[in-house]
């Protein structure tokens, strides 16, 4: 496979933390007032406990082929039959949630800035953009994401500040929310947010130091998580409990409550930037993973001529809900409630394939 250059511990960390975080802008704390009621920020502490246990299994897999893929490693193991199911699975895996979160941004946007805007307009701008990133390859997509993530980062926090004196601890009660079952249960389903992690798997190849994978990883998910446990804390603090689960745009509602005197409000508009930039880097992220996933299951040499295909299939996909609360309802449903099965089933399956292979080598 053709590499497209490599990329430094630094530059995956940041790409992988801003394709987690941007869940943030869209649906996740609304989906975890739904869940989990007023103890969503204790659910995504389980989730995200679930996901390091997911990082050390991707960090077991990559010692048993250094500088392999995921897919490359299934056809070492099973055969070019076991690349091609890891490949179409993967593969079919992000054409449909990028779809999905290509919609719900374009519908987000529609909705907050630009009413008049027809949607495939926006779509089309999205997927222009996107497509010149992905065919750029995973050095463009993480040097970008490295500029960017202090931008998102600092956005982020400074929403939460702005916010602080909106605020209520009363909203909290009761802490365990539904129950402590309904918790827990809400915590692994929800460690679907950090599905995405399988996009390690695909950047093995191109990691400069690919031992250093784990830590990667590892610290991936703590920036994301920690920012997510936060995000989801100060908006339930923020909104009380009828209100919490109704927020189609929960992002831009924090935004919209900013008030820092008469001159300083409706602030809105700055950190509707920090959607634009979270979906570019997402969406690209997805295109260039569905792409290398069909690219190495085929084991073809390049994968750029692979690009506009998949961008138009994502399009097409991204069509078909009829409206934002039917996008909004796919994903929470069904992605982002069985998601964790890929972030834990790969990697469990791969491993078990590892050491079944190596004990049949050394027998």
């Not at 950090?194 to 990667?216: K, T």
Request: include cysteine.
């Amino acid at each position: 496979m053709m590499h497209t250059g490599y990329v430094g511990s630094k530059e995956a960390r940041s790409f992988l933390a801003i394709v987690f975080c941007a869940s943030i802008a869209l649906t996740l704390p609304q989906d975890l007032a739904l869940s989990a009621g007023r103890a969503g920020w204790l659910s995504m502490v389980i989730a995200l406990l679930v996901a390091l246990l997911a990082c050390t299994l991707f960090s077991r897999i990559v010692e048993f082929a250094p500088g392999d893929s995921v897919i490359t490693m299934a056809g070492q193991w099973w055969g070019s039959a076991g690349r091609w199911i890891v490949g179409v699975i993967l593969w079919g895996y992000f054409v449909l949630i990028t779809a999905l979160v290509t919609r719900a941004f374009v519908e987000a946007v529609i909705g907050t800035i630009l009413p008049r805007t027809p949607a495939h307009v926006v779509m089309f701008l999205f997927m222009a953009v996107t497509v010149y990133i992905a065919y750029y390859g995973i050095e463009t997509l993480s040097r970008l994401s490295q500029l960017v993530a202090v931008v998102l980062l600092v956005g982020f926090l400074l929403l939460l500040v702005a916010d602080l004196g909106w605020m209520d601890h009363r909203y909290l009660y009761p802490v365990l929310g539904p129950g402590l079952g309904t918790v827990v249960a809400a915590g692994v389903a929800k460690s679907s947010y950090f599905s995405e992690l399988v996009l390690l798997g695909l950047m093995f190849p191109s990691i400069r130091v690919v031992r250093d994978s784990g830590r990667i990883a590892r610290g991936a998910v703590w920036i994301a998580g920690v920012l997510m446990i936060l995000m989801v804390l100060g908006y339930t603090l923020s909104f009380p409990p009828p209100s919490g689960a109704d927020n189609p745009f929960p992002f831009y509602q924090l935004a919209r409550l900013v008030y820092l005197g008469r001159f300083i409000q409706r602030m809105e508009a700055i950190f509707d930037v920090l959607w634009v930039l979270s979906a570019v880097i997402y969406i690209a992220a997805g295109l260039w993973a569905a792409t290398q996933s069909l690219a190495q299951a085929g084991d073809l040499p390049v994968y750029r001529p692979l690009v506009f295909a998949t961008a138009a299939l994502v399009y097409g996909v991204a069509s078909l809900p009829a409206d934002y609360v039917q996008t909004a309802d796919l994903t929470n449903r069904y992605l982002r409630t069985w998601g964790w099965v890929m972030l834990l089933g790969l990697p469990a399956v791969l491993w078990v394939g590892a050491v079944i292979s190596r004990r049949r080598r050394e027998g």
